[in-house]
T-cell receptor, first 114, second 113 residues
Framework: ETGVTQTPRHLVMGMTNKKSLKCEQH?????MYWYKQSAKKPLELMFV???????ENNSVPSRFSPECPNSSHLFLHLHTLQPEDSALYLC?????????????FGSGTRLTVV | GESVGLHLPTLSVQEGDNSIINCAYS??????FIWYKQESGKGPQFIID?????DKRQGQRVTVLLNKTVKHLSLQIAATQPGDSAVYFC????????????FGKGTRLSVIA
């Protein structure tokens, strides 16, 4: 366990479904991130939150909607996804605005859109 | 485009041999670099980092080398073990932490017993 917990570990959803991914950390970090990991592609940054405020949206389609109710929890709400959205979605956290020491990642949610 | 990349997508080594994984970066403003290891079914895990004011940093069985002249980063694993089989990513950071990490594509290391 890294201290960053993601649920569910696996998710299969239809293109008309609505689902949510959850990320939780109790490391005292105040920055949280969503990354998308697809086959043969680098990790793609999606969203960044610092102290519950979204500080970066990396041109992510609106069918992905993040929510950060507090510094320990991060959600990714999904609706009307496309098959090409199938990927591993990784959550990470770090001390605010500081990457020294890197990010702590969760194990990810393996998403399959059918 | 991305500024971090890897020379080889796959690497196979015999158990006990040393492994070298390479990474090229194109942004001369990058001043902090990290190597991550990702095992199957897990998220990336921090291995070792290096700041741009250093050329070499050693950890337990791992060494990171930084050549700023040619914008090249490498990870050396001594006496490679089966547990080292994973995908290895380099990541760079600009402005000492005020921007998010940028990751490379990754190299899969397979250890042959």
């Amino acid at each position: 366990e890294t201290g960053v917990t993601q649920t569910p570990r696996h998710l299969v959803m239809g293109m008309t479904n609505k689902k949510s991914l959850k990320c939780e950390q109790h490391l005292g970090h105040n920055a949280m991130y969503w990354y998308k990991q697809s086959a043969k592609k680098p990790l793609e940054l999606m969203f960044v939150y610092n102290f519950k405020e979204q500080t970066e949206n990396n041109s992510v389609p609106s069918r992905f909607s993040p929510e950060c109710p507090n510094s320990s929890h991060l959600f990714l709400h999904l609706h009307t996804l496309q098959p090409e959205d199938s990927a591993l979605y990784l959550c990470a956290s770090s001390p605010p605005g500081r990457t020294f020491g890197g990010y702590t990642f969760g194990s990810g949610t393996r998403l399959t859109v059918v | 485009g991305e500024s971090v990349g890897l020379h080889l997508p796959t690497l196979s080594v015999q158990e006990g041999d040393n492994s070298i994984i390479n990474c090229a970066y194109s942004n001369s403003a990058s001043d902090y670099f990290i190597w991550y290891k990702q095992e199957s079914g897990k998220g990336p895990q921090f291995i070792i980092d290096i700041r741009s004011n250093m050329d070499k940093r050693q950890g337990q069985r791992v060494t990171v080398l930084l050549n700023k002249t040619v914008k090249h980063l490498s990870l050396q694993i001594a006496a490679t073990q089966p547990g080292d089989s994973a995908v290895y990513f380099c990541a760079e950071n600009i402005n000492s932490g005020n921007t998010p990490l940028v990751f490379g594509k990754g190299t899969r290391l397979s250890v042959i017993a």
